[in-house]
């Protein structure tokens, strides 16, 4: 059983106006902005940008790691925030982290089977079940249990990432952030890891936050995408949204994506964004996206709007028509077809 009892009402994570920085300092600038995001039972959320939009800065905030300055993280329904000691330490274990590196979040030092049991009780206690515990967890990933007594330096990339996910499943969590958790690892091993999560999360009900750059893994695996640009969401929506882009931003991402002509050659249709995005710390004054948008003033000079004013995330009435919700931070959001797609395969 779960350590937080779940009602059936509450989404298993909520972050609610969250906003966060580093350092202590009252004049160190906040580099996560407002964000919203729910995630319910048995669904994905994926969380996508380029590097610098505030992706790890959010996993790190929802798995603890990094205290938002204001807002409010709630685990089935509980603020996590009020929460101290013992009664922070257990709520916190059902939310667990896939790193992105699995090589160094194991101890070169330890076996696979200490590294499990650590997982499952980091008191050090052994109970008399523990043996089988970790013999299931390595099933779990598919894994050989005979191999628990050999150290990490003895696997492979994706084998490492599979006693990643047992480490993370050793709780029984209710959530898993996982973060860029194929980015090392070749094109093949990357489906088996991303059919792996899918089976698990299919067969125990967790909810699921995909962290990646990677706009195809996103489609595969997520119910629902948000779309990260200078620590704020700028679009959230469905998988139709990486179809038909609101947000001149994942209009960008979407186009990035290389298609492969008949010789075989990759090309890109996406429009060419002069400026690199800025910090994520001083962003840009209104639009976070206006000195690098195809849409906005450096292109239409008459929408100056977009560098007075920031646009806030609102539902627009276009997504009524095809029956699902979708929020986007634009003065001009583009309008999509009506058409919604099935859940694709790999």
Do not use: W
Not at 238 to 251: A, V
Not at 268 to 294: L, M, Q
């Amino acid at each position: 059983m779960s350590a937080v009892e779940r009602s059936d009402e509450a989404p298993a994570l909520q972050a609610l106006g969250v906003s966060a920085g580093y350092g202590s300092g009252r004049r160190t600038p906040d580099v996560l902005h407002d964000i919203d995001l729910s995630v319910d039972p048995s669904r994905a959320l994926g969380v996508v940008g380029e590097s610098g939009s505030g992706k790890s800065t959010l996993a790190r905030v929802l798995v603890g790691q990094l205290r938002g300055r204001s807002g409010q993280v709630l685990l089935a329904g509980t603020d996590v925030g009020p929460l101290r000691g013992q009664a922070l330490r257990d709520i916190r274990r059902q939310i667990q982290l896939i790193p992105q590196d699995p090589y160094a979040s194991l101890d070169p030092r330890m076996s696979i089977r200490q590294a499990l049991q650590e997982a499952i009780e980091p008191q050090g206690r052994r109970h008399p079940g523990m043996r089988e515990r970790v013999s299931e967890l390595l099933r779990t990933v598919a894994l050989d249990p005979g191999a628990a007594d050999r150290r990490p330096h003895e696997f492979s990339g994706g084998q490492r990432q599979r006693i990643a996910i047992a480490r993370a499943l050793a709780v029984e969590p209710e959530v898993l952030i996982a973060d860029e958790v194929t980015s090392s690892l070749d094109s093949s091993v990357q489906a088996e890891i991303l059919n792996l999560l899918r089976s698990i999360q299919a067969r125990t009900g967790v909810a699921m936050v995909f962290i990646t750059h990677d706009l195809s893994v996103a489609n595969y695996m997520c119910d629902e995408i948000a779309v990260m640009y200078l620590g704020r969401i700028v679009e959230r929506g469905g998988r139709r949204l990486l179809s038909s882009p609101e947000h001149p931003y994942t209009r960008v991402l979407v186009d990035s994506i290389p298609r492969f002509g008949a010789m075989g050659e990759g090309t890109s249709r996406a429009t060419v964004i002069i400026e690199e995005a800025a910090d994520p710390a001083h962003p840009p004054s209104g639009c976070p996206f206006h000195p690098r948008c195809p849409q906005g003033p450096r292109f239409h000079p008459d929408r100056s709007v977009c560098v007075s004013t920031r646009p806030t995330l609102t539902v627009h009435g276009a997504e009524e028509r095809v029956g699902e919700e979708r929020a986007t931070a634009c003065h001009f959001p583009l309008l999509p077809p009506t058409t919604t797609p099935s859940r694709p395969g790999l």
